[in-house]
Every structure is written in structure tokens, then in C-alpha cells.
């Protein structure tokens, strides 16, 4: 079985940055919140203006 420290070197993505389109729901989100938690700087772009994009990055 894979041990959760090597999954995280793995998937380190410090210092790296990573643009997200459709950042505000859907896949777009869910890609944008779990590159953040691996520790990307994350740019989110989204063409809705109905407040998903707000509540994508307000955790983060």
C-alpha cells in the first residue's frame, strides 16, 4: 500500500502555478480546489458571475 507521505511528494505542487478556466463550479472547481490543497498558486478564471468563483477561492 502506497503511504500518504509518499502521495504527498508526489503530488507536491509548491511553487508551481496552475491557471484554472471554469474555476467557479463543476470539474473547474474540484480541479482548482485540489491543485490549491496540493499547494499550487492557483489562478481562477470563470465567465459566470452568479458567486462560484467566490466560493471556490474563499477557503483558500
Not at 15 to 20: H, I, M
Not at 52 to 59: I, M, N
Request: charged fraction near 20%.
Amino acid at each position: 500500500m502506497i503511504g500518504k507521505d509518499f502521495a504527498q511528494q508526489l503530488f507536491n505542487l509548491r511553487d508551481r502555478v496552475a491557471f484554472v478556466t471554469g474555476a467557479g463550479s463543476g470539474i473547474g472547481q474540484t480541479i482548482a480546489c485540489s491543485l490549491a490543497s496540493a499547494g499550487a498558486r492557483v489562478v481562477c478564471f470563470d465567465l459566470r458571475d452568479d458567486g462560484g468563483l467566490a466560493e471556490t477561492v474563499q477557503p483558500y
